[in-house]
């Protein structure tokens, strides 16, 4: 399968800083880009879609100015997560879909624990 | 109603044995269909895709589609110690977006 890489993997920082998380995938263009936050033993929560070059749609109850999203190029996203608390303790996953629309594969990267303290 | 469903689980087999996973949706005009697999503390990863009424093979895994009865399914056979984890359904709900189910967690016994 198509490979995207997600980094940090792991990060922990202070409550109230901000933290950047990257989504790149590295053999196809991501025309669409899914952001996702996973608490323990819960299900997958969609946070945002990305198209390359337009804003990101938000998903209900997600605050996008306090997760920004940028998906800049094709093959490139980025979540900040703004003045964070440790209620925003969580795995953060992105996924990637190419061009071809709803029988295009999406494929995921290797997530980011974030753990604010 | 949720768009996904999962029978919820968990599932536990005996090694060797067929673990089979189903999974319903609601969306009616939904067309392509994925099945993930999640290993604890680790994102996803995709291990079949269907589109078509049928079955459709990959070593080990069939994926079974029912777009009639709005129902797709998984079987592992001859499971084995390292495919225990947790399955996703997904399915795509308009041109790029995809609805996953809460998952199934299988227990593979040895």
């Known amino acids: 399968g198509a490979v995207v890489s997600q980094h940090p993997s792991r990060v922990i920082c202070k409550s109230g800083t901000s933290v950047k998380i990257e989504c790149r995938s590295l053999d196809f263009q991501a025309t669409t880009m899914f952001w996702y936050r996973q608490f323990p033993k819960q299900s997958l929560m969609l946070m945002a879609t990305?198209?390359?070059?337009?804003?990101?749609?938000?998903e209900q109850g997600v605050e996008k100015d306090k997760f920004l999203i940028n998906h800049a190029s094709l093959t490139l996203s980025t979540l900040t997560v703004t003045s964070a608390h440790p209620e925003d303790s969580s795995f953060y996953i992105c996924?990637?879909?190419?061009?071809?629309?709803?029988?295009?594969?999406?494929?995921f990267g290797q997530g980011t624990r974030l753990t604010v303290v | 109603q949720k768009e996904v469903e999962q029978n919820s689980g968990p599932l536990s087999v005996p090694e060797g044995a067929i673990a089979s996973l189903n999974c319903t949706y609601s969306d009616r005009g939904s067309q392509s269909f994925f099945w993930y697999r999640q290993y604890s503390g680790k994102s996803p990863e995709l291990i079949m895709s269907?589109?078509?009424?049928g079955d459709k093979e990959d070593g080990r895994f069939t994926a079974q589609l029912n777009k009639a009865s709005q129902y797709v399914s998984l079987l592992i056979r001859d499971s084995q110690p390292s495919d225990s984890a947790t399955y996703l359904c997904?399915?795509?709900?308009?041109?790029?977006?995809?609805?996953f189910g809460a998952g199934t967690t299988v227990t593979v016994r040895a």
């Open positions: 997904a399915v795509n709900v308009d041109d790029y977006k995809l609805s």
């Open positions: 269907i589109y078509s009424n």
């Open positions: 996924s990637a879909r190419g061009g071809g629309g709803g029988n295009t594969e999406a494929f």
């Open positions: 990305s198209n390359e070059g337009s804003k990101a749609t938000y």
